[in-house]
């Protein structure tokens, strides 16, 4: 495998992930928002909860991502971030959704669960071929291992 085509593919599923959150942030400043906190089905982007806290956070998440994807060990450790935090936040809300609960000032939906989890499943895949990608040989610049060249 070359140098070129032996590039590390995480760190291009990291700046994807960051050009979409950074997008989702953007677009839900230009939502009307309500000038009380809760749920609110109309304060939406596409079929994406949308409130204060939610557009700084999708905006920090695709900011960080696109920062993270420069370097393949930024990339690893905002991977484990997402992995963890967007676990966390994909539980507080499939409770907070499921119970309907006015404890949702972050206006968290079903859609916004679902993209949480997925974010999270997609942190975890790209440790997990970190891992995989080490135990094979692979080296840390991306091309094959010195030993396997010979």
């Not at 979409?20 to 304060?43: H, I, K, V």
């Not at 060990?73 to 499939?94: E, K, M, R, Y």
């Amino acid at each position: 495998m070359t140098e070129r085509t032996g590039r590390y593919p995480a760190r291009l599923i990291v700046a994807l992930i960051g050009i979409a959150y950074l997008a989702l942030g953007l677009a839900g400043f230009w939502t009307p928002q309500a000038s009380t906190a809760g749920p609110d089905p109309s304060r939406t982007v596409w079929i994406f909860g949308s409130s204060a806290v939610l557009n700084v956070v999708h905006t920090a998440v695709g900011v960080l991502a696109l920062l993270a994807a420069l370097h393949r060990t930024s990339t690893i450790a905002f991977a484990w971030v997402l992995f963890f935090g967007f676990t966390g936040l994909t539980v507080n809300g499939v409770l907070v959704a499921a119970t309907g609960t006015s404890g949702n000032p972050v206006n968290l939906n079903w859609a916004d669960n679902w993209l949480h989890g997925l974010t999270a499943l997609a942190g975890l895949a790209i440790v997990l071929y970190d891992i995989g990608a080490s135990r094979r040989g692979v080296s840390r610049r991306g091309g094959a291992h010195a030993a396997a060249r010979r």
